[in-house]
């Protein structure tokens, strides 16, 4: 059943990507928390992902196997990086910062393309909000790292889903 459930809700993403692709110019936004990480040594503030996270990270390759990404995007933490790898596989990975990243730049410097960003439970939804430009999203709980966002940007209008996915 749960397969079931993650391929009508991949289908559903596809099928709203190509019908926007083909009317309008869009730019499809894929967000993703990072994988479980290590939590064994409360002081390490940059741990690396632990075995249920490299297995996450691996799903999420799979997920989005059919998806043609034009640019990854990723904090510079080894959580962030190690979830986004698998993915980006050879690719050039960009690293930002969820503090000091310009919006509206962001938009514009990759409009008509598709990115997948990997970020953390509070710069994900904030992320979401900012391209937005209103407040949907509320940090993500500490536990989950499960959540999807799609945000397609089409011509100054923004379609959005958001897929939950169980561990």
């Known amino acids: 059943m749960k397969k079931i459930l993650f391929v009508i809700c991949l289908l559903a993403i596809f099928s709203l990507e190509a019908q926007t692709n083909d009317d309008l110019e869009c730019t499809s936004i894929y967000l993703i928390r990072h994988a479980e990480k290590d939590r064994t040594d409360k002081r ?31 904090t510079n ?38 990115i997948l960003v990997v970020g953390h439970s509070n ?18 709980e500490d536990t989950n790292n499960s959540n999807l966002y799609v945000i397609n940007v089409c011509d100054n209008s923004e379609i959005l889903n958001t897929l939950y996915f169980v561990k």
Do not use: C
């Not at 996450?56 to 990404?69: A, G, T």
């Not at 993915?87 to 910062?97: G, S, V």
């Not at 710069?123 to 993500?140: G, R």
């Open 77 to 114: 933490y080894y959580r962030t990086l190690e979830t986004i790898k698998p993915i980006a596989e050879d690719r050039a990975i960009q690293i930002y910062n969820p503090s000091s990243i310009n919006y509206d730049e962001f938009i514009l410097k990759n409009k008509g393309k598709t």
């Open 123 to 140: 710069t994900i939804p904030t992320f979401a909000n900012m391209l937005l430009k209103h407040e949907v999203y509320q940090d993500i």
């Open 44 to 74: 390490n503030s940059n741990p690396h992902l632990n075995t249920l996270g490299i297995e996450r990270s691996l799903r999420w390759k799979s997920f989005f196997k059919y998806v043609k990404f034009d640019e990854f995007y990723s």
